[in-house]
């Protein structure tokens, strides 16, 4: 038997419900009012700056002057990436405090699982312009070490990438790449370091085929591209078609 909610009804319940338990900013606990209700308010909101035009249209670096035609960086020409193009919703900036670093901080270090379906729409929905035009065949995000996974519950982009995945209707599966030894945290490491410490890093899983596909690689931050690099490189290796990648933040360091 079907339970009818008169929606006047249902709509005083949510009034209520939001009157009782105020949605708070993920960033400042701050009350929020209007959009983005799941995850900043409008202060916080206004600190994060989208990743806009003009941009590389390799590795999606925005650029800082605002004004000319997007073209391909001096990284990206000196050092062509695996992937066709990246991109991301919002620029991370380095201070402490911005909002973007702090909510991305309490998703992976405090483990707030409860973040990564806000997190992951803004993402979805923010990227339109690219995920609308990609055609691609499969969401892989990019995999844990299984000893960070077990300290963390979860992986944060598989959550991320679940939520393109709804929103845009294409199959993701985390188990096309796995994570071949334990690599240390990139922060800390000069960008060849990086190259470097990733370097083998994964390897594809022998029972999945990525041979003509069009992947699209899932990822929370993206700094210098060393990791979703080498995790191109191996989907390339296992004859993927072409690999875009997307990640929730961008360092604009
Ligand atoms: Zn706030
Ligand atoms: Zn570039």
Request: net charge positive.
């Amino acid at each position: 038997m079907q339970l009818a909610v008169n929606p006047r009804l249902s709509e005083r319940i949510d009034w209520l419900f939001d009157w009782l338990y105020p949605p708070r900013c993920r960033a400042c606990r701050g009350r929020i009012f209007g959009p983005d209700a799941e995850c900043f308010c409008a202060s916080c909101r206004a600190h994060v700056q989208l990743v806009g035009h003009p941009l590389c249209q390799v590795c999606g670096r925005p650029y800082p002057d605002g004004s000319g035609d997007d073209h391909t960086c001096g990284v990206c020409l000196d050092r062509p990436p695996r992937f066709v193009a990246a991109r991301a919703w919002a620029c991370y900036p380095r201070e402490d405090d911005h909002p973007l670093r702090l909510v991305v901080q309490k998703f992976k270090y405090s483990r707030k699982v409860s973040l990564g379906k806000p997190l992951g729409r803004l993402l979805a929905l923010g990227c339109e312009e690219f995920l609308a035009g990609l055609n691609a065949d499969l969401i892989v995000p990019v995999p844990l070490y299984p000893k960070r996974l077990r300290w963390r519950g979860f992986n944060q982009s598989l959550l991320l990438g679940r939520e393109v995945s709804r929103a845009y209707g294409i199959p993701m599966d985390p188990f096309v790449l796995l994570r071949r030894r334990e690599t240390a945290a990139q922060t800390q490491l000069a960008e060849d370091e990086r190259r470097r410490n990733v370097r083998g890093a994964f390897e594809l899983n022998a029972e999945r085929s990525v041979k003509g596909k069009c992947v699209l690689l899932i990822d929370d931050v993206y700094t210098s591209g060393a990791t979703v690099n080498e995790c191109s490189r191996t989907l390339k290796q296992g004859g993927a078609k072409a690999v875009y990648v997307l990640t929730l933040a961008r360092a604009v360091y």
